[in-house]
């Protein structure tokens, strides 16, 4: 019984006790994505405030408006993406968090909303500070 209703205990924890919602005021430490899924109109707005000294995100709060493995997968992420750089975050696949989350191919593009997510809150992030991603790119 890992199921009920057709959804994955873990969404239903993810669901039912979402971590880090709500949104911070648009300082230029934050950056801000927000993202619809063409597929059914949901959103997802995920913010990241970066440490300005380790290029890591030090918190981040989501607000989803959408199923519930929108809203899990957006759960899900913001513990993942907490205390990693941006690069590492930039890397993350919706198959990463589908894997997590058990969510099955319907239900594939709410996970992509939390990509395309992350990615857009990054490069808002650097298109405040583009000093920053000048430094990134220099140093690799
Ligand atoms: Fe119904 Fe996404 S299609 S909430
Ligand atoms: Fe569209 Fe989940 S059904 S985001």
Do not use: W
Not at 23 to 30: A, E, L, Q, V
């Amino acid at each position: 019984a890992t199921q009920r209703r057709g959804y994955h205990e873990k969404v239903l924890d993810h669901y039912n006790n979402p971590r880090n919602v709500g949104s911070f005021p648009k300082t230029d430490d934050i950056g801000t994505g927000l993202v619809g899924a063409p597929a059914c109109g949901d959103v997802m707005k995920l913010q990241i405030r970066v440490d300005k000294e380790t290029n890591t995100i030090s918190d981040v709060k989501f607000k989803t408006f959408g199923c519930g493995s929108a809203i899990a997968s957006s759960s899900y992420l913001t513990e993942l993406v907490r205390g990693m750089s941006l690069d590492e975050a930039a890397k993350i696949r919706n198959t990463d968090i589908a894997k997590e989350l058990c969510l099955p191919p319907v239900k594939l593009h709410c996970s992509m909303l939390a990509e395309d997510a992350i990615k857009s809150a990054i490069s808002d992030y650097y298109s405040k500070n583009p000093k920053v991603q000048k430094t990134n790119l220099a140093g690799t």
